[in-house]
């Protein structure tokens, strides 16, 4: 985690911590899965999802997997695909893909 970025669990509740360390956001998971700044991709019991290192939660703990590039989540569920762009804040369907994958250029 960068020193700007504190999580705590507490009670099987994970919570982004404040600067005197007190929960101040709950990220609604059971454990952080990984921290890729400025994303924190946190897992729960219906799967991944994802929250800005803010706080924001940017995509619900429901996805299979999450690839992350700079200002771009790709969320897979099964055989569909969604991308969430920081730049507008909206979840995009893809649809049904065989595979998709980030790179420099997006999706």
């Known amino acids: 985690?960068?020193?700007t970025?504190?999580?705590?669990?507490k009670d099987s509740v994970l919570s982004l911590l404040s600067a005197d360390l007190t929960p101040a956001v709950s990220l609604q998971g059971t454990e952080v899965?990984?921290?890729l700044e400025p994303w924190i991709l946190?897992?729960?019991?219906?799967?991944?999802g994802a929250f800005h290192e803010y706080g924001q939660q940017v995509l619900p703990?429901?996805?299979e997997e999450i690839q992350t590039y700079f200002n771009l989540l790709l969320a897979r569920k099964g055989?569909?695909?969604w991308v969430f762009e920081r730049?507008?804040?909206k979840t995009?369907?893809?649809?049904t893909l065989d595979r998709a994958f980030l790179q420099r250029r997006g999706c």
């Open 1 to 3: 985690m960068s020193e």
């Open 5 to 9: 970025v504190r999580i705590g669990k």
């Open 33 to 35: 899965y990984q921290y």
């Open 42 to 48: 946190v897992k729960g019991p219906d799967g991944i």
């Open 61 to 63: 703990l429901e996805y």
């Open 79 to 81: 055989n569909k695909y």
């Open 87 to 89: 730049g507008n804040g």
């Open 92 to 95: 995009t369907p893809l649809g």
